[in-house]
Structures are given as structure tokens and as C-alpha cells.
């Protein structure tokens, strides 16, 4: 079965802090995102990457950067962690190919700035 | 930017009765898709109507689209309190990615 794992479900912070958020997929999927939650806001999305080594900026890239060293594994960083950086954030994967394919989504990463 | 806007943004219904959600999005599409997320989950997707299509049945779900009005809806029928969760919406903006609304929160009372 498709899965997407994200290293942590739950994290809290420090301001000023560098984080990292892992994720992993076993699908052989070219294509993975980050995006995080906030409640009356839905998704949006930080980063995107659709190869090794290549990624392209979403909706809110500030204040966030990415990794993708190999297929399987996505990182978002937050450089110097702020408490409005506070949120749900999740990956998703999808394969190449078509307008719109289907994301599949981990469970989420809950992170706390304090 | 959000694209698709769910409607309504909450809905409370009692078990076996049906629930419909709309959305709605502003560009034309390729396709259109369905996702669920239960509590303190990610989403999971649920179905995908394509542009030509005007309706798509899985199980209980039914989806319909209308491109003339840029709108589409999902009904659960027989709802039960394991439906209980947030549905997005989310359209293809070009390749790869999707934009997904803010979600409609479905609570089902046993």
C-alpha cells in the first residue's frame, strides 16, 4: 500500500531554532509538496519539488527552504523558527505526468514555536 | 490563492441521513477531486471527476460537476458517525499541483 511517513507527529520548538521536517514515500513518485494547515485558511503550499535536486516555490516560501537529495525523501527547514511559523504541516506525493494526479498525504506534523 | 470554496464551511447531521457539500472554483479545470481528513490526520483522496464527466458514483459517494457554473458537489448517502471528518475540494491549477479549499466540517450524531 502508498504511504507517505513524516518523521515526527508531534514537535515543539524554540524561536530562533532550525528545524527540520522529514518525509519519506515508498511510491517512487517524482513529485512531493509541503504544506501547512491553519484552521479557516486550508492548505497552502510552501514548496514543491517535482525531481531530485528540483524544487519550486509555492504560495508562502518565506522564512522556509527545501531538500531533496533523493527521490524518496523530501525536507522542509525552517531557518530561524518564529512563533507565526506555529501550524500543521504536511507532505504529499504524486507521480509525474497529467493535470492534477492524485496526492497522497502523511499524517501531518503538528509544530509548536515557543 | 484558493481556488475551490467549500459549502457550507460546517455541517451536523444525524446518522442515516444524507450529506451533500458544494464547491465551487473559479477557472476552468481538468479535473476535479475529492479529499477527506479525519482529526489530526492527513487527507486522503476520495475521487476524481474529470472535466467531460457529470457524474461519478464510489460506494456511498456521489459526485457531480457542472463546469457551466463551476461547480461541484459530493453526497454521502446513509451517513454514519465514521464520516464524520473535513472534506476538500481541489483543482488542478496546471501540472502537478492542486489548490484545495478550506474544507467543509462534517459532524455525524449517532
Known amino acids: 500500500d502508498v504511504k507517505v511517513t513524516q518523521s515526527s507527529r508531534y514537535l515543539v520548538k524554540r524561536t530562533g531554532e532550525k528545524v527540520f521536517l522529514e518525509c519519506v514515500q515508498d511510491?517512487?513518485?517524482?513529485?512531493m509538496f509541503w504544506y501547512r494547515q491553519d484552521p479557516g485558511l486550508g492548505l497552502r503550499l510552501i514548496y514543491f519539488?517535482?525531481?531530485?535536486?528540483?524544487?519550486e516555490k509555492g504560495d508562502i516560501p518565506e522564512g522556509y527552504s527545501v531538500s531533496r537529495e533523493k527521490k524518496e525523501r523530501f525536507s522542509l527547514i525552517l531557518e530561524s523558527a518564529s512563533t507565526n511559523q506555529t501550524s500543521m504541516y504536511l507532505c504529499?506525493?504524486?507521480?509525474?505526468?497529467?493535470?492534477?494526479?492524485?496526492?497522497?498525504f502523511g499524517d501531518g506534523t503538528r509544530l509548536s514555536i515557543l | 490563492s484558493q481556488q475551490g470554496e467549500e459549502d457550507p464551511q460546517a455541517l451536523s447531521i444525524q446518522e442515516g441521513e444524507n450529506a451533500t457539500m458544494n464547491c465551487s472554483y473559479k477557472?476552468?479545470?481538468?479535473?476535479l477531486q475529492w479529499y477527506r481528513q479525519n482529526s489530526g490526520r492527513g487527507l486522503v483522496h476520495l475521487i476524481l471527476?474529470?472535466?467531460?464527466?457529470r457524474e461519478k458514483h464510489s460506494g456511498r459517494l456521489r459526485v457531480t460537476l457542472d463546469t457551466s457554473k463551476k461547480s461541484s458537489s459530493l453526497l454521502i448517502t446513509a451517513s454514519r458517525a465514521a464520516d464524520t471528518a473535513s472534506y476538500f475540494c481541489?483543482?488542478?491549477?496546471?501540472?502537478?499541483?492542486?489548490?484545495f479549499g478550506a474544507g467543509t466540517r462534517l459532524a455525524v450524531h449517532p
Open positions: 481541489a483543482t488542478p491549477p496546471g501540472y502537478n499541483k492542486l489548490i
Open positions: 477557472t476552468s479545470i481538468n479535473n
Open positions: 511510491m517512487d513518485h517524482e513529485n
Open positions: 504529499a506525493s504524486s507521480p509525474q505526468g497529467g493535470l492534477g494526479q492524485p496526492q497522497h
Open positions: 519539488s517535482y525531481d531530485v535536486k528540483m524544487k
Open positions: 471527476i474529470r472535466s467531460n464527466e
